[in-house]
């Protein structure tokens, strides 16, 4: 079975620019969440999607936002991209919504913003 | 309330030896507690996770143990190899009445075992 897919891989923006950046979940996983990883404040929950719903959101500004679509893939959009925003970003599959469900991490997205 | 503690930040072993890594949390509805291992360039990979309701589990050379009462997690990586060089993650998740996956990670250990 393939494992959590994000792309791409590598991204290079403009500050004031926007980003999208997508992610394919394990085949049958219908819950996607999305971290933010910087060497600075670690691993941070960006939010998570179940059923096309988002079920929870970390605190971040709402330059950050997300969406799942029926087939479980997701996308999460950056706008007016700051040079605070350069981090990887990591999505994560999970069979279902609920802690105790394993949740599956892909590569992520570096992105670096200029 | 929010936060996992993990120590220590480095970790220098001998080949074969045990790598200790502890996780401390206050928030008492934390009630899933999963440890990553990440390499360079990779996303972290579920290593072995455990609940509440054990005080240990095992999983080939890898060991949770649990102490409830103390708030405390650790993980243990017995006869430690070369390529178990990596950051490692504790982290925890609250069950929303089974609403969301949010993990809480500890801030990671740089794990390096030398030949």
């Known amino acids: 079975k393939a494992g959590v897919t994000q792309t791409p891989r590598y991204l290079i923006k403009t500050r004031g620019q926007q980003v999208t950046l997508s992610c394919s979940p394990i085949?049958?996983?219908?819950?996607v969440s999305w971290y933010q990883q910087t060497p600075g404040q670690g691993l941070q929950f960006l939010f998570e999607?179940?059923?096309?719903?988002?079920?929870n959101k970390g605190n971040f500004p709402g330059r950050f936002s997300g969406r799942q679509f029926s087939n479980s893939r997701s996308e999460m959009n950056v706008s007016t991209l700051e040079l605070g925003d350069s981090a990887l970003y990591l999505c994560?599959?999970?069979?279902?919504?609920?802690?105790?469900?394993?949740?599956?991490f892909g590569p992520g997205t570096r992105l670096t913003v200029t | 309330q929010q936060q996992v503690k993990q120590s220590p930040q480095s970790l220098i072993v001998q080949k074969g030896g045990i790598s200790i890594i502890n996780c401390a949390y206050e928030?008492?509805?934390?009630?899933?507690f999963p440890w990553y291992q990440q390499f360079p360039g990779k996303g972290p990979a579920l290593l072995i996770a455990?609940?509440?309701?054990?005080s240990e589990k095992k999983e080939g050379r890898f060991t949770i143990s649990f102490n409830k009462s103390a708030k405390q997690f650790s993980l243990h990586i017995m006869d430690s190899q070369p390529g178990d060089s990596a950051t490692y993650f504790c982290?925890?998740?609250?069950?929303?009445?089974?609403?969301?996956?949010?993990?809480?990670f500890g801030t990671g250990t740089l794990l390096a075992v030398q030949p």
């Open positions: 994560a599959s999970s069979l279902v919504a609920g802690a105790g469900y394993e949740q599956y």
């Open positions: 085949s049958g996983h219908r819950s």
């Open positions: 999607y179940f059923s096309e719903t988002q079920r």
């Open positions: 928030n008492t509805a934390f009630d899933y």
């Open positions: 455990i609940r509440p309701d054990v």
């Open positions: 982290a925890a998740s609250e069950n929303y009445g089974g609403a969301t996956n949010k993990l809480i």
